[in-house]
T-cell receptor, first 112, second 114 residues
Framework: GDSVTQMEGPVTLSEEAFLTINCTYT??????LFWYVQYPGEGLQLLLK?????DKGSNKGFEATYRKETTSFHLEKGSVQVSDSAVYFC???????????FGKGITLSVRP | DTGVSQDPRHKITKRGQNVTFRCDPISEHNRLYWYRQTLGQGPEFLTYFQNEAQLEKSRLLSNRFSAERPKGSFSTLEIQRTEQGDSAMYLCASSLQGAGNTIYFGEGSWLTVV
């Protein structure tokens, strides 16, 4: 079945540091790929998405490129801020029902 | 623009009691999803509706759980005879029909069974 694997966390960075969060997937067919963010005490918010190979999703300085050859969708940001502290989930969907399959999530803490 | 709203946001209940959560999706969205999230884990799919029809249920959805969407608008998720293992955040989400369409989540309903 479909699955998403995220790197183990948590991750702690200093403000303005470079961020990479790894995500790889296994899926039948051609999935769409997503990054969702969850701030403390809140629900999930869509951060970015890509629907086909080589697409790059971007939002709020975050980027991720859909790499079919490595089945990856790594999240990057050039300069993190304290306000980026949150839990980040990689997810995919395939098929007509658009049901999302999530990774376990990774907690990012950014120090001033 | 109102997003997905859920009620109540928090619920503490005694083991064995029944609880019901309500979800109001984004108004033009015909798909509605329920997920469960426990601490340190990603959300897990429970069930989804297209309009009023419940089209898929996860095996996580035991016979104590029932979801409805009677008029294709709001939905309810009822848990009967709650157990401590039901403690989790229950997330509702909605989307338009179509592969790759964005699924928008509500803020979740926290359930604590004591």
């Amino acid at each position: 079945g479909d699955s998403v694997t995220q790197m183990e966390g948590p991750v702690t960075l200093s403000e303005e540091a470079f961020l990479t969060i790894n995500c790889t997937y296994t899926a039948t067919g051609y999935p769409s790929l997503f990054w969702y963010v969850q701030y403390p005490g809140e629900g999930l918010q869509l951060l970015l998405k890509a629907t086909k190979a080589d697409d790059k999703g971007s939002n709020k300085g975050f980027e991720a490129t859909y790499r079919k050859e490595t089945t990856s969708f790594h999240l990057e940001k050039g300069s993190v801020q304290v306000s980026d502290s949150a839990v980040y989930f990689c997810a995919l969907n395939t098929g007509a029902n658009s049901k999302l399959t999530f990774g376990k999530g990774i907690t990012l803490s950014v120090r001033p | 623009d109102t997003g997905v709203s859920q009620d109540p946001r928090h619920k503490i209940t005694k083991r064995g009691q029944n609880v019901t959560f309500r979800c109001d999706p984004i108004s033009e969205h015909n798909r509605l999803y329920w997920y469960r999230q426990t601490l340190g884990q990603g959300p897990e799919f429970l069930t989804y509706f297209q309009n009023e029809a419940q089209l898929e249920k996860s095996r996580l959805l035991s016979n104590r759980f029932s979801a409805e969407r009677p008029k294709g608008s709001f939905s309810t998720l009822e848990i009967q005879r709650t157990e401590q293992g039901d403690s989790a955040m229950y997330l509702c989400a909605s989307s338009l029909q179509g592969a790759g369409n964005t699924i928008y989540f509500g803020e979740g309903s926290w359930l604590t069974v004591v």
